[in-house]
């Protein structure tokens, strides 16, 4: 009321000033009557006067203009002030907030109470019939309906709120009332009184565009089977009659955009499906349990709150988990099913995010059901669905590239990566005790279809402008399965050769490629080679007999590595990774020698003189490997090969003075000095001869060649 009186007065005082303003005009204009005389006297204008022209004497002369008798000039009116802006409906002051909208929502829930006391009281007393009261009941609540009505058109639209919530609140304790208190009806009959009762407040709310009485109906509509239950379990009826109530607060959402009502129907349905499920569950109402599942989740799949979507993704896995705990074939049909509309809710709607909840639950949830799944475990029909699920997941991101040619980015790169690690993991614990000597060759075959995305997505590509992401990724991928592939498939030093070999493909595709990243990863994959060969390899052996030199599984290790990591540094041609490769290759193949050699000396000195011949022929094998560097470095023109084998001269030196002169017996000592004093002459000689020639190349040479 005080609203619609201050915007009274506003029209008023605006209407007295128009007339006001329209006055002055006509009286300006000599039309009309004259305009009203203000209660002050204004001042008369002050006369116009004309001025002479230079030169000229007497009165100024009078043209036609002058001749015409002067108007008055109209009155620029005052600018209106700027209109206020409508006032809402709901007053925006806290004290009237809380005095109109929350003490009369308040008022009417204690009104429902005291309805409620006085049924009981009614009870108690035997004041009148059972019958009477619940049409006494029935009857104010319609009778509220009909006041509300009234204080609606009356403009009182926040309070007419409370009266239709009172009503709506009487007629569903009055239907059940009839059922639980005095048992005048049957149990169907009160559930379709209550019903109508909530679709009425869903038309109430719709007509007059107040959700509080939606509100109120929904919790009556989703307590109606609670408060009418008997204790007996017809979960068909009981879940058709939510997934309509669901629908109708759908409905409401899509036409007023009240979106929270989706919120509600989601909390409601969990909490009634999630009760059923722990007092009535058994194996005979799978079916029933899982269509009802299947439904809820599809009608949420539409809703507008993005968390209620995710939400519904999470929770049909797990329920559908749980009610096909032994059932292979059943449970993984219908969780690949949810992953499979998942993702294409994901496109539809254009939330990827979705897509990753929906990956992230097919797996964790499948994780925790096949461990309770009894032996033996039907892995024909698990590997087969699980396939579907993994091909489902895989094709997402290029079918996204490729097809739609719509932007990737964090979702489809987690999907893409991590489902190849997840379905290798639960396809290695289902194969890993019947098919252990094929799990190799399941992760090459992976790891080939993840390089054969990745050549696809380069290939359609354009030019300029191309997105290396995913196609980095899928060759990490396949890269990372490779090298996974090594030590499933084979064992011992075998693992060794596998990651060479890897080590040097990678550098041969990064190279085609001009990828830089995959050369790092070569060079990674080379560091696990050299951590192998040190500390594993190098030990295969426990005594020399056990091997023949040269010809053993050691060597051909030591060798094939080192054949790699060449054939890496060739294929680099140059630069810092070439060099570090071509080194490494070097070191490697010492190594290997080194260790042929010392078997040699184990098996062929007496014990007392095994370490004085090692030592000694340690020393001559680094001499002579140094002395080979230098002629291959004046050869071939290579500074690198002369440089390191200047390099490793001085090494063998150092040892020679530090170490053999003070520990080896005489002859030994004898021998590494005549060695070494003999192939340090022929280098010196050899340096010597072709100086010019030297010192010639080092102005052409650069150190990368």
């Not at 230079?54 to 620029?76: H, I, R, S, Y």
């Not at 150092?654 to 520990?663: E, Q």
Request: charged share 15%; hydrophobic share 55%; net charge neutral.
């Amino acid at each position: 009321m005080d609203a619609l009186s201050d915007a009274i007065v506003r029209l008023l005082r605006r209407q007295d000033e128009t007339d006001r303003r329209l006055a002055r005009i006509e009286g300006a204009l000599g039309v009309g009557a004259a305009p009203p005389q203000p209660s002050e006297p204004e001042q008369a204008p002050p006369p116009v006067e004309i001025a002479a022209e230079p030169g000229q004497t007497g009165p100024p002369a009078l043209d036609q203009a002058t001749l015409v008798p002067a108007t008055p000039a109209l009155e620029t009116p005052p600018p209106l002030p700027p209109p206020r802006p409508p006032e809402p409906d709901q007053p925006r002051e806290f004290e009237t907030q809380v005095g109109l909208t929350w003490i009369s929502r308040i008022g009417a829930v204690t009104l429902v109470f005291a309805v409620a006391f006085i049924f009981k009281y009614a009870v108690d007393n035997q004041w009148i019939g059972e019958t009477g009261r619940v049409v006494l009941g029935i009857l104010a609540g319609l009778a509220c309906v009909g006041i509300g009505d009234r204080i609606w058109r009356a403009g009182h639209k926040i309070y007419a709120q409370a009266i239709f919530g009172l009503g709506i609140a009487i007629l569903y304790l009055s239907f059940y009332a009839s059922f639980a208190f005095y048992h005048l009806l049957p149990q169907s009959v009160p559930f379709v009184l209550m019903t109508l009762t909530t679709a009425l407040s869903g038309a109430l709310a719709l007509g007059y565009d107040a959700p509080a009485i939606a509100v109120l109906g929904l919790a009556g509509g989703y307590l109606t089977p609670v408060l009418l239950s008997t204790g007996e379990d017809h979960p068909v009826i009981l879940f058709s009659y939510v997934f309509i109530l669901d629908l109708g607060a759908m409905a409401l959402v899509r036409v007023r955009r009240w979106i929270y009502f989706e919120a509600i129907s989601f909390g409601a349905t969990f909490v009634l499906y999630y009760a059923w499920f722990l007092t009535h569950f058994a194996a005979e109402k799978e079916t029933v349990a899982t269509v009802f599942a299947l439904l809820f989740y599809a009608l949420f799949l539409f809703a507008e709150l993005r968390a209620l979507v995710v939400t519904a993704q999470v929770l049909v896995t797990v329920v559908l988990a749980a009610i096909w705990p032994a059932k292979a074939a059943l449970y993984l049909a219908t969780t690949t099913g949810a992953a499979a509309a998942g993702l294409i809710t994901a496109e539809r709607r254009k939330r990827p995010a979705l897509a990753t909840f929906a990956f992230a639950a097919f797996w964790i949830v499948y994780t925790v059901w096949v461990h309770g799944l009894a032996e033996p475990r039907p892995i024909g029909t698990v590997l087969a669905f699980l396939t579907v699920a993994f091909l489902l997941f895989f094709v997402w991101a290029p079918w996204r590239l490729l097809i739609r040619r719509a932007p990737v980015d964090t979702p489809e790169f987690v999907v893409l990566a991590l489902d190849a690690a997840a379905y290798f993991a639960a396809s290695y614990y289902l194969l890993e005790d019947d098919y252990h000597a094929y799990l190799g060759l399941f992760a090459i075959a992976l790891a080939a279809l993840y390089l054969a995305l990745g050549i696809e997505v380069w290939r359609q590509q354009p030019a300029e402008g191309a997105d290396e992401r995913p196609v980095l990724l899928s060759l990490g991928v396949a890269l990372t399965l490779i090298t996974l592939a090594a030590p499933i498939q084979f064992t011992a030093y075998r693992i060794t050769i596998g990651w060479a070999v890897e080590g040097a493909a990678l550098t041969w595709i990064g190279k085609r490629l001009a990828s830089s990243r995959l050369l790092y990863i070569a060079l990674c994959v080379f560091l696990l080679v050299l951590f192998r060969l040190w500390i594993i390899d190098s030990w295969m052996y426990s005594q020399a007999t056990d091997y023949t030199a040269l010809a053993n599984a050691r060597f051909l290790t030591f060798l094939v590595s080192t054949a790699s990591l060449w054939a890496a540094a060739l294929w680099m041609g140059g630069g810092k990774k070439a060099i570090l490769t071509y080194v490494g290759g070097h070191i490697v193949l010492l190594g290997g020698l080194m260790l042929e050699v010392t078997g040699w000396a184990e098996r062929t000195a007496a014990p007392e003189n095994v370490s004085n011949l090692e030592s000694t022929s340690i020393s001559i094998l680094m001499a002579l490997y140094a002395f080979v560097l230098i002629v291959v470095g004046v050869v071939t023109r290579t500074v690198l090969n002369r440089v390191m084998g200047l390099a490793l001269i001085g090494l063998v030196v150092a040892k020679l003075y530090l170490y053999d002169v003070w520990l080896l017996g005489r002859i030994y000592r004898i021998a590494a000095f005549a060695a070494l004093g003999a192939l340090l002459l022929i280098t010196s000689y050899l340096y010597s001869r072709y100086r010019e020639k030297i010192e010639a190349w080092w102005k052409d040479e650069t150190p990368s060649s």
